[in-house]
């Protein structure tokens, strides 16, 4: 037969199964942030170096061979700055060069190292004109969509940097404008070392922890085991000390009273025969009272000792209990559909709870009528005791913890314990019910 699986355990492997998730969701929020930050960073160092490389190589190779020469198309001047671009200034990193004379928005390209590009007319954006204007150089991701950049398109990316330089000698300002791969903003290197290292740290501390959930989900465990053995020997010491008190009462007073009636019988009949018929009929009157007083006995005897299931049953002991409410005046209705697989654990607590819930109707309801009813539906068994009594508020009832109210809270704890719920449902004037749902396994 398969085992049912322990509900507890299944509470706490989900409680780790949570904290695992809430770990995942943190670690990839964390990862992505950082590499968006390191990200970010690597690109503006990458950015900046290219910057200043470019600016460095156009002031230093560049400016000197700026002649104004050069911007009316001598071959001689563009001879000499070709030479310098090519053996100094392009390389690996460094793919393009062009230099432009702007008039206006206009933008005329001087030189450029791709020689067919020389000669061209593009218009500048603001941002060249800006460069142009305040002399400084500015740098940032090129779109090689523009038309500028036809011959630029075999790369991916690139970086695009422009400063502003001055021929000589009339200082005509010119745009100086380099190209350079973006190897550096590409180089993912540092990312892939941090991602290893912050999934790694957060592994590490989920490792470190579990251990430590788990040590604390046992402990809960075993105080709520240890707080259930708790209240089933509660329950039982309270059961083991009513049926002595029954059973002291039956031996006892009953047997002590029970006798007296016979012997005040026998009295009244030797009244009779002495002709004394107003003390017979006393005798008799006390006599009768007496027996009442043992009937009343015999009822707070059984409605004191505790159902037995042991060998008659779940159905019997209801009965049982049927029984002594009507003794306390109610009209009962049973209606059981008995379990075909039940568990003697399972019909304990059922046999309790509508003990506890018939003890609550008699004691608190004023009913008249209370129905019992049982059945088992998918490895459930269910017990509904419905009366039709004052009711009351449970909400404010559980507020009253200084009270001792425990029946229903006892019995709501076993319930939980054995795998199951109990709910009471009622509202003042309304009548309760009183609904048990247990496992049967
Ligand atoms: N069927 C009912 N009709 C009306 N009131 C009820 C009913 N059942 C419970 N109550 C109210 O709820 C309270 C709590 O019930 P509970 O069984 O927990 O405690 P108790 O019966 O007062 O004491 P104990 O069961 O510990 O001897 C009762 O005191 C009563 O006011
Ligand atoms: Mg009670």
Redesign the pocket.
Known sequence: MRKARDPEQTVTARTIGAFFAAGVVAMIAVVFGVVTLVRHDIRDGAVRGARDVTVVTGRIAIAPLLTDKLLDGDPDALGKLDKVVREQVLSDTLVRVKVWKADGRDGRIVYSDDRQMIGRHFVLSDEDLDVLKSGRSSAGVSDLREAENVSERQYVHLLQVYDALRTTPKGTPVLFEAYLTTKAIQNNSSLTSIAPAVVGGFLLLFVLEVPLLWGLARRVRRARGDRALMLERMLRIGEAERRRIAADLHDGIVQQVAGSTYSLAAAADEADRANIPNVAASVRTAASDLRQAVRGLRNTIVAITPPRLHDEGLLTALDDLASTARAAGLEVTLEVDPPRISSPKADELVLRAAQ??I???V???R?RHVTLRVDARNDRVNLVVI?D????APAA?ASHKGD??????LLSELARDAGGELRVT?APGAG?E?ALEVPTQ
């Open positions: 506890e819930a003890r609550n109707v004691a608190h309801a009913a009366d009594g004052r009711g009351f009832q001792i109210h425990l029946g229903l809270q009622s309760t009183v």
